[in-house]
């Protein structure tokens, strides 16, 4: 009795052996190029440090899929776009802090926007735009209105206190008007300055400052 032929069977069989192979080697690399590219474009979306998003890819290429098991359980929670609008949003909720109150730079009190002059004080802390009418900062250049230089300061009406005597309104230049000491003495030096005591604001008078 012969035994049949068994050479054709044993080739179709190793073909097809082989055959799987191939087609389960390329299924294989194509998984593992496709999760070290899905690593790679994730962690961009998570973390702008290149340093993180070479190890991941790295941890990924060499430990297959316990790395990428691994990678999804260390890799930032939030992407950058998520973290973004996180923030959008939490700083449109977020209450408007108030503007801090202007105030005076002599004696510390509170002074509105249009004021010109303090009135716990007498200091001038704005002056007219000599050109628009608007009040500027006395440390301002230009009139950020209409753009004129500051130039010459236009004189400021103040009540003045003067040593015990009815207030009396001077047209005072900014560069005339000086802070007193709420209390002082005084002696006479023959220039017509007399003993005295006066609380509030003392200005140096000159010839061109002319009661009103």
Known sequence: ???PNLDP???MLVFGV?????ISGALLLATWF??????FHDIRTRSN????QLMA???VAVLFVPGALLYTLLRPAETLGAVRERRLLEDALRPEEPEPEPMCPACKQPVQQRWMVCPHCGYQVRTPCLQCGELMEVDWLTCAYCGQLAGERQPAVVMLPIAGHVPLAYTLPIDRVAL????GNGNGNGNGNGNGNGNGIIARRDESQTPI
Do not use: E, Y
């Not at 496709?34 to 690593?39: R, Y």
């Open 18 to 22: 082989s055959l799987l192979a191939a």
């Open 57 to 59: 890819a790295l941890l």
């Open 49 to 52: 440090d290149v340093f993180a």
């Open 34 to 39: 496709s999760l070290v590219i899905w690593t």
């Open 9 to 11: 069977i044993i080739r």
């Open 180 to 183: 007193a000491t709420p209390h």
């Open 1 to 3: 009795m012969t035994l």
